[in-house]
């Protein structure tokens, strides 16, 4: 496709279910980021790869939280027993090269009640 | 990673210029300066990067002296468009792969 694209675009779930969200980055792109956005706030780096080796998970709040980009393309974020405390913006991020711009996507809008 | 100080807010007019200048004290000498830009309800968007002295592209200036220590992203003439927050962040070059940083920005608004 042309940009990033994160599907979907609006998640609603409930406290205690898995949620798993994708991210489809621009062809080709070597590094694939994730971040999670509160209103407000700056985005909070969760994890990265490089091709579908996951370089850096240091940002993952807990082990409920796991990414997955196993043909170095398509990544998942998935969140499983999800809290409130989750909700937030997720959003993914491509780049072509190491440190080049970021390219990012819509985000998905998680909100667990 | 380096860290990097930016003021939280700032206001301007339409027509101006503005300058926001970002505090890198910590820049190590492979890291890069990237300024993103982000509207509302969209995610970042890269505006401009540097290593040393001035880059000029269609949207914005970028400004570092040769201490690097601060960097300073000119927007000229602004427009109510612009109104966005404003990142700065650095970090290594190309060659390397390491996690990217965002801060918590300057939000930009520009008045008519």
């Known amino acids: 496709g042309a940009g990033v694209s994160q599907s979907p675009r609006y998640k609603v779930t409930k406290r205690g279910q898995d949620v798993a969200l994708r991210c489809d980055p621009i062809?080709?792109?070597?590094?694939l980021y994730w971040y999670r956005q509160a209103l407000g706030q700056g985005p909070e780096f969760l994890t990265y790869?490089?091709?579908?080796?996951?370089?850096?998970k240091s940002g993952l709040p807990n082990d409920r939280f796991s990414a997955e980009r196993p043909e170095g393309s398509i990544s998942t974020l998935t969140i499983q027993r999800t809290e409130q405390r989750d909700s937030a913006m997720y959003r993914c991020a491509s780049s072509p090269e190491f440190n080049e711009k970021l390219f990012f996507g819509s985000g998905t809008q998680l909100s667990v009640l | 990673l380096a860290k990097t100080t930016q003021p939280i807010s700032m206001d301007s007019y339409e027509g101006q210029e503005v300058n926001i200048t970002c505090s890198h004290n910590?820049?190590?000498?492979?890291?890069?300066i990237t300024w993103y830009q982000q509207f509302p309800s969209q995610g970042p968007r890269f505006i401009i990067q540097g290593y040393k002295t001035k880059v000029t592209n269609e949207v914005a200036s970028l400004f570092i002296p040769a201490d690097r220590k601060s960097s300073t992203l000119s927007l000229p003439r602004v427009s109510l468009s612009d109104t966005a927050v404003y990142y700065c962040?650095?970090?290594?070059?190309?060659?390397?792969?390491?996690?990217?940083?965002f801060g918590s920005g300057t939000r930009l608004s520009i008045r008519p």
């Open positions: 790869f490089n091709y579908e080796a996951q370089q850096d």
């Open positions: 062809s080709g792109h070597v590094s």
């Open positions: 962040l650095v970090g290594e070059g190309y060659s390397s792969a390491s996690k990217i940083i």
């Open positions: 910590n820049i190590a000498t492979n890291d890069y």
